[in-house]
């Protein structure tokens, strides 16, 4: 092979971590987005996503020299000869995936694709897309044979947002190509900067990746159940939660389930066939705004134009992300029943908090009717439980 050069195609919240490690790893990178401006402050060395713990000073030492940025995906595809595409995948109103952006991403990636090449995909997706929609589009584009003149695996991205590099380095990189010498390329590929494990195939790594999500979905739906249960007994779950922890019992925190990951995966499956626990989960997850919001009915006892706050609005504390956010949920649903809402959240300002969100930032808790405590946010702690009865705290935050 000429000299080893990786596209990472989408420089997202996922992508970036991942060419920084590359990068950190001696290998050369070059990063693909179609945000001009976060590929200009990559090659200035500067980190579009600040929150990400470690990630300013790999972007620091490696931006502009053995990490380099382009929008020109074609270009990148004919200077490099490994190509990782870790762009999002959606899902529209009736649940179903929108695979635009993926296309679009693996269209340029055909067109320079050369004989020896490695095309692995990293999002999520759907069992069996890896060898019937990326393989086709692969091939059409560059009149090559995938798994003969070019070899094509999946490797999903299993980190978390906030832990992406270190958990980039802890767990187990799961490799499975369409055919056995491509799962062998790239799992060549990634042991120069990861711990990959090798599986069968491509649908063996694409399902291990979606039951990793429904896994937790089910589980918090299960805890978010024994929640409800506590409550109608008078008992307080987070203590009945401790004493029932044993070798084959950890009840998760329950709560919300945000983010495109977690509610997005079990869709992928529910969509093709009958699986009615998932299914199940993913209702109870998201049924839970409507239950805060009957407590906070009881806290402002359905006063008329009361105010209610809401503190986080990102899907979950740490990382700016409103995908999928349930705070946005909510917000509609005490619209709808005639609260006046506000919000904050450490990461939004205040003019960010009125343009994503529609609502008025909280000047003053005290001028609040009820608070929700939607994440896990310690910072206004002290301030807050002075005032715990107007709370609903989802995370026990006030207590943890
Ligand atoms: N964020 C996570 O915690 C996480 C964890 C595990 C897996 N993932 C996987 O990674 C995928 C991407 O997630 P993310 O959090 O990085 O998303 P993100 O929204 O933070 O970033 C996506 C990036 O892709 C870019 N992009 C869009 N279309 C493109 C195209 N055609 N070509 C090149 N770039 C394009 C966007 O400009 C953006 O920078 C998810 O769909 C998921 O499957 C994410």
Same mark, same amino acid.
């Given at each position: ?14 992508? #970036? ?24 402050? %990559? ?5 579009? !996503?600040?929150?990400?713990?470690? #990630? ?10 053995? #990490? ?5 995906? %074609? ?6 000869? /490994? @190509? ?5 995948? =959606? ?12 296309? @679009? ?13 490695? /095309? ?74 990861? $711990? ?22 089910? $589980?918090?739906?299960?805890? $978010? ?6 409550? @109608?007994?008078?008992?307080?779950? +987070? ?6 922890? @044993? ?9 919300? !389930? ?8 079990? +869709? =992928?499956?529910?969509?093709?066939? &009958? ?9 109870? &997850? ?66 960010? !908090? ?10 003053? =808790? ?27 705290? !989802?995370?026990?935050?006030? &207590?943890?």
């Amino acid at each position: 092979m000429s000299k080893l050069k990786i596209a990472v195609v989408g420089l997202g919240k996922a992508g #970036l971590p991942l060419a920084a490690v590359i990068a950190d790893a001696g290998i050369e990178v070059l990063g693909v987005d179609v945000d001009k401006k976060k590929v200009e402050l %990559i090659n200035r060395g500067v980190n579009p !996503v600040k929150e990400e713990p470690g #990630l300013s000073e790999l972007i620091k030492k490696h931006g502009g020299n053995r #990490l380099n940025a382009t929008s020109d995906a %074609i270009t990148a595809s004919k200077e490099c000869n /490994v @190509h990782i595409v870790i762009v999002p995948l =959606f899902i529209d109103d009736s649940k179903r995936p929108d695979f635009s952006i993926i296309e @679009h991403a693996v269209e340029s990636v055909g067109k320079g694709l050369k004989k020896k090449d490695i /095309v692995v995909l990293e999002t999520t997706v759907l069992v069996g897309t890896t060898e019937s929609l990326i393989k086709g589009i692969l091939e059409k584009n560059s009149m090559l044979k995938a798994g003969k003149d070019f070899y094509l695996a999946y490797s999903p991205e299993r980190i978390m947002t906030g832990y992406s590099i270190s958990r980039f380095k802890e767990f187990p990189k799961i490799v499975g190509g369409i055919n056995g010498i491509s799962t062998q390329k790239a799992f060549e590929i990634y042991k120069k900067f990861a $711990n990959p494990f090798k599986v069968a195939n491509s649908r063996t790594a694409e399902l291990a990746k979606i039951a990793e999500g429904v896994y937790r979905d089910v $589980n918090i739906a299960l805890a $978010n159940e024994f929640f409800k249960v506590s409550e @109608h007994y008078n008992i307080d779950f +987070w203590e009945m939660k401790e004493a029932a922890k @044993h070798q084959y019992c950890n009840i998760l925190e329950p709560g919300n !389930v945000g983010g495109h990951c977690i509610p997005v995966y079990p +869709w =992928f499956l529910i969509n093709s066939m &009958n699986v009615p626990l998932i299914k199940a989960a993913r209702q109870i &997850n998201d049924d839970m705004v409507r239950y805060y919001a009957d407590r906070v009915d009881k806290i402002a006892k359905n006063k008329k134009n009361g105010k209610v706050g809401i503190i986080g609005l990102s899907y979950r504390e740490g990382v700016k992300e409103k995908a999928y956010s349930r705070s946005i949920a909510l917000i509609g649903l005490l619209k709808k029943k005639g609260y006046n809402v506000y919000g904050l959240d450490p990461l939004y300002t205040k003019e960010e !908090v009125k343009k994503e969100f529609g609502i008025d930032y909280i000047d003053n =808790f005290r001028k609040m009717d009820a608070i929700i405590l939607m994440n896990r946010e310690t910072s206004y702690k002290k301030e807050l439980i002075k005032m715990k009865e107007k709370i609903v705290d !989802v995370k026990n935050t006030l &207590n943890g």
